[in-house]
T-cell receptor, first 113, second 115 residues
Framework: GESVGLHLPTLSVQEGDNSIINCAYSNSASDYFIWYKQESGKGPQFIIDIRSNMDKRQGQRVTVLLNKTVKHLSLQIAATQPGDSAVYFCAEKESGGYNKLIFGAGTRLAVHP | GAGVSQSPSNKVTEKGKDVELRCDPISGHTALYWYRQRLGQGLEFLIYFQGNSAPDKSGLPSDRFSAERTGESVSTLTIQRTQQEDSAVYLC?????????????FGPGTRLTVT
């Protein structure tokens, strides 16, 4: 079935530490995955994406890892900053068809000084 | 350039009233999507448009919900006879096309509160 969130889990980290946010996706037919960041009162903002033919992709301070065997996605943020505090969502798109995204439940990242 | 805009930003309405939520996509984006986000939860797909057509309305929760798009631009989401469970943030996104994996750009949302 489609993933719809429950109450948000929270990850608390110290400023400067690395953060790892995990996501389990539901559809083995999904071939494209995205991480979004949502700050309070704003719409989600694209961070990084990865296609199913890759297992790792790096951006600026962020890395996404994909494990298709166990249908698991993770977002790593290096040297976490207070501005990284937000809710992070993973989204998946099924192979073929149109650009319909199914969003995960979300994880709240709280960065403490 | 201008991003996706939505209006109103906040709407408080009484149970049983109808509401209209508006979305202005990025100019030139042919695809437009509506999502609902309940407090503390993820985004729930409602409907998408490619041009002025809505090929997938499967996410609309009931027949009280409808949406239209005109001129391959502005879209309105209408909720008739609102109920308290309709209270949520309604987000709109647009992308260059609904085909492929074009990035979806989100607006700030409309927070709907049904009293």
């Amino acid at each position: 079935g489609e993933s719809v969130g429950l109450h948000l889990p929270t990850l608390s980290v110290q400023e400067g530490d690395n953060s790892i946010i995990n996501c389990a996706y539901s559809n083995s037919a999904s071939d494209y995955f995205i991480w979004y960041k949502q700050e309070s009162g704003k719409g989600p903002q694209f961070i990084i994406d990865i296609r199913s033919n890759m297992d790792k992709r790096q951006g600026q301070r962020v890395t996404v890892l994909l494990n298709k065997t166990v249908k698991h996605l993770s977002l790593q943020i290096a040297a976490t900053q207070p501005g990284d505090s937000a809710v992070y969502f993973c989204a998946e798109k099924e192979s073929g068809g149109y650009n319909k995204l199914i969003f995960g439940a979300g994880t709240r990242l709280a960065v403490h000084p | 350039g201008a991003g996706v805009s939505q209006s109103p930003s906040n709407k408080v309405t009484e149970k049983g009233k109808d509401v209209e939520l508006r979305c202005d996509p990025i100019s030139g984006h042919t695809a437009l999507y509506w999502y609902r986000q309940r407090l503390g939860q993820g985004l729930e797909f409602l409907i998408y448009f490619q041009g002025n057509s809505a090929p997938d309305k499967s996410g609309l929760p009931s027949d009280r919900f409808s949406a239209e798009r005109t001129g391959e631009s502005v879209s309105t989401l209408t909720i008739q006879r609102t109920q308290q469970e309709d209270s949520a943030v309604y987000l709109c996104a647009s992308s260059l096309s609904a085909g492929g994996t074009y990035e979806q750009y989100f607006g700030p949302g409309t927070r709907l509160t049904v009293t």
